[in-house]
């Protein structure tokens, strides 16, 4: 019986953690560039033959590889990626990778996240513009001309984030290696004036989130029953 609720109890954990990514990703259903979050578990086997007991391991957060739609604004800082690839921006928690594209240029130039921290090129430096020549033009590879002339080009990076990423803001990602610039990529590309919306599907998300809340019900009503059984034979056999 205790093993029963040892399995019930590693149950609700696992439970209650994909519960947490399921909210936060309805959370997010409308932040520009978020990327939902998936829990994969595995069995962890306590003992060996017969008298092995299996439970629910806590679980490994991975990050969702499916690309939002694309809406366009008409704004020529916002930028969308097409393919997979990330921005990356300078924070004080070092290069953060995002897909959200929405920058803008501050008074010296510089190109901004929408939080406020510069726009790395593929060499990992900020983008510096000319305040004076208004909007750059991006070309589809992120190359950024004012007048006609080049001044820039924003860093296209490959990433992997691996399975318990860290997030930095709404739609960062915590880099735990140095990401790699896209190079000589047909397939990966920038579209201006346009922003890639959030990959979460709500509907589908609900529904995940209704199963999941009834299962949490399920294990703790069965760990009531355990508990009831457990009671019920402690009487008996201290009656004898």
């Not at 609720?5 to 520009?32: C, G, H, K």
């Not at 008298?51 to 020529?76: D, R």
């Not at 929408?114 to 020549?133: C, F, K, M, S, T």
Request: glycine residues 10%; hydrophobic residues 35%.
């Amino acid at each position: 019986m205790r093993d029963s609720l040892y399995v019930a109890l590693s149950a609700q954990m696992a439970l209650e953690r994909r519960l947490d990514t399921i909210a936060d990703n309805v959370a997010n259903a409308n932040t520009v560039g978020f990327r939902a979050t998936g829990v994969k578990f595995e069995d962890v086997v306590s003992g060996t033959g017969q008298k092995s007991v299996s439970f629910a391991s806590s679980g490994k957060t991975y990050l969702s590889g499916a690309h939002g739609p694309l809406t366009e604004t008409g704004n020529p800082f916002d930028f969308a990626i097409q393919g997979d690839a990330w921005f990356a921006i300078d924070t004080p928690a070092g290069p953060v990778m995002t897909r959200d594209g929405r920058f803008s240029m501050n008074e010296n130039g510089e190109l901004m996240s929408i939080e406020g921290h510069p726009v790395l090129d593929a060499g990992g430096a900020p983008i510096q513009l000319d305040p004076r020549n208004g909007p750059p033009k991006a070309g589809a590879d992120g190359s950024l001309r004012q007048n006609d002339q080049l001044v820039g080009s924003i860093g296209l990076y490959n990433f992997d984030p691996g399975v318990n990423f860290v997030r930095y803001g709404n739609s960062g990602i915590v880099p735990a290696r140095t990401p790699e610039p896209v190079t000589d990529r047909s397939d990966v590309g920038i579209a201006q004036g346009f922003v890639e919306e959030s990959n979460v599907n709500p509907v589908l998300e609900m529904t995940r989130l209704i199963m999941v809340q009834r299962a949490f019900e399920n294990t703790a009503a069965l760990m009531r029953q355990t508990e009831s059984s457990t009671d019920e034979a402690i009487k008996t056999l201290g009656s004898k």
